[in-house]
């Protein structure tokens, strides 16, 4: 399945297993219901990264974000944003790997994707047939100001720019 990025495409260096069964894979993306399984197998050398559904309790799932480098939220419909509050929870705990999303989100999402703390976004081959990678590039910068504050960028944040337009202008004499 296509990856990208904020710039673009981009290879995928992970593998994801079947179980809990990584071997010598070096990073390895296993399925939430083998992630207890598969931490208590991993090599020193070895990176893990989870696949979880968008409807995991992240209170199941904060006890092993420690241990991982990269949390794949699946959506099962891109009319379905339970992934995006989950993204945001991760990053509010201060999980500093890679948030992926998985499944048929539409390039209208991206900008919103990426402010809410996801790094890579993983299509369907028909969806990104659908909408090539200059689409979703597009789309990203049609944005130049938000209302969330986000992730990953500064600067476009309504109040952080009104804030900042406020500091810099001169104080008027009364």
Wanted: charged share 20%; aromatic share 8%.
């Amino acid at each position: 399945m296509p990856l990208l990025d904020r710039t673009g495409s981009r290879e995928d260096r992970w593998t994801l297993s079947e179980g809990a069964a990584i071997g010598n894979i070096p990073a390895a993306l296993v399925p939430w219901e083998v992630l207890a399984e598969a931490l208590d197998a991993q090599e020193p050398e070895q990176v893990i990264g989870v696949l979880i559904p968008n409807n995991v309790p992240f209170a199941e799932l904060a006890p092993f974000l420690p241990r991982l480098t990269l949390v794949a939220i699946a959506f099962p419909a891109y009319s379905d944003g339970r992934g995006f509050s989950l993204a945001r929870q991760i990053r509010r705990l201060g999980f500093a790997g890679e948030i992926r999303a998985s499944g048929p989100l539409i390039a209208d999402q991206f900008a919103y994707a990426l402010s809410c703390g996801f790094d890579t976004i993983e299509l369907p081959e028909a969806n990104a047939a659908r909408q090539p990678v200059p689409q979703w590039l597009h789309a990203k910068d049609s944005f130049s100001a938000t209302y969330q504050r986000g992730y990953g960028e500064s600067g476009r944040n309504v109040l952080d720019q009104r804030r900042a337009a406020r500091a810099a202008a001169p104080v008027a004499a009364e």
